[in-house]
């Protein structure tokens, strides 16, 4: 599963995925995103903070923060969805950030999210959102969220700019730090190089351009920031494992 981080900023935002031995590297986008697990044990940093998380423990991680998934043996439940769905809970702590985004929720809650269509009505949406986020902030405690930090310019710009020249030395001009800083900055905050990171969320527009709209692979390709269908197929198969031939062909089967 890779994200569509270019596509998180629309007001109705919602999507629940289900994963099984799941990394990712650390990111930071604009919506909320709660996380529990359903068997196994999963490994969540958020803001450099490490949490294990056991069967029925959950984080919820507020937008702008930065997290990432170490691999492990676990099954979990992630959904992401926007600040604009559960607004009245959003607005009042938008500068704020929790002290800490564990906690446990009734399982009730997690068998409605289970049982959830996600072409289902989305007044039912909304009201687990709410209920999940009343939970959460039963026992919270927040603080002001300051950390604007260079890697949160770093991920905006990309977020904003991946389908034209987004180069490392365009990201550097931008931010006014040198090539060579920013190079080993990223590297040591997010543990993949810049360039592995822009491709990423490339590949993760062409996934969602795949199931939302109707043209070529190679059009999606140049569309999501690749110069070739060359170089796509090869970034394709380092970060999926197979071919995008393979992927999608399985992909139309489950349409």
Do not use: W
Not at 86 to 91: G, I
Not at 224 to 239: E, V
């Amino acid at each position: 599963m890779i994200y569509e981080l270019a596509h998180l900023s629309s007001a109705d935002y919602f999507k629940k995925i289900y994963c099984e031995n799941f990394s990712f590297p650390p990111h930071i986008h604009n919506c909320f995103e709660f996380v529990v697990c359903l068997s196994g044990k999963t490994y969540i940093t958020i803001d450099e903070k490490n949490h294990e998380i056991k069967v029925g423990e959950s984080v919820l991680i507020f937008p702008h923060q930065l997290h990432s998934f170490t691999y492990s043996e676990s099954r979990h439940l992630i959904c992401i969805f926007s600040p604009k769905t559960v607004s009245a809970y959003f607005e009042p702590r938008a500068t704020l950030k929790p002290k800490s985004n564990k906690f446990i929720l009734d399982s009730a809650f997690i068998t409605a999210l289970n049982n959830y269509n996600c072409d289902s009505q989305r007044l039912f949406e909304k009201g687990i959102l709410y209920l999940i986020c009343n939970e959460f902030d039963q026992n919270a405690e927040y603080e002001e969220n300051i950390n604007k930090s260079l890697l949160d310019k770093i991920f905006i710009f990309i977020n904003e700019n991946f389908t034209e020249n987004c180069s490392l030395t365009t990201i550097a001009e931008h931010i006014g730090y040198n090539t060579s800083y920013i190079s080993r900055y990223f590297k040591k905050c997010v543990g993949i190089s810049l360039s592995d990171y822009i491709n990423i969320v490339r590949l993760g527009n062409v996934c969602y351009l795949f199931e939302n709209s109707n043209d070529t692979i190679l059009n999606y390709a140049l569309n999501s920031g690749f110069d070739s269908l060359r170089t796509f197929n090869r970034n394709f198969k380092k970060f999926y494992g197979v071919s995008p031939k393979e992927y999608f062909n399985v992909k139309k089967q489950h349409r």
